[in-house]
């Protein structure tokens, strides 16, 4: 079972996202933020979904493209999205666009490899 702290810990890693970055997504503090990742404190069923989108989100762009290039990526406005940056689509809840580009992203990265 993946805990919250683990949870927060993956997204962080590389420096892909920064605990301002989860404060924003989650919209609450940082120092919210900063109690769910080092003292484990529980969070609200709606936080627990949004994160574990979240996580989705960046596990999807750390496959498409490395750790520094994905940080920028998510802060970036992307046409794609509407000039949305994805970050603020995942906190909006329309994760599941943001999702989408990046498999497109890693299919392209992909058919790319083996040609």
Known sequence: M???KSLLDNVC???V???ADLAQVTRTSRRTVLRWRYRSDTVRKDVEKRLLELRAVVDLARQAMPDRRARTWLRSPQPELEGQRP???VSDGSAYLVIELLGALVEAAVEAAIE
């Open 87 to 89: 970050l603020d689509a």
């Open 2 to 4: 993946t805990t919250i």
């Open 17 to 19: 996202l920064t605990v």
């Open 13 to 15: 890693a590389g420096g």
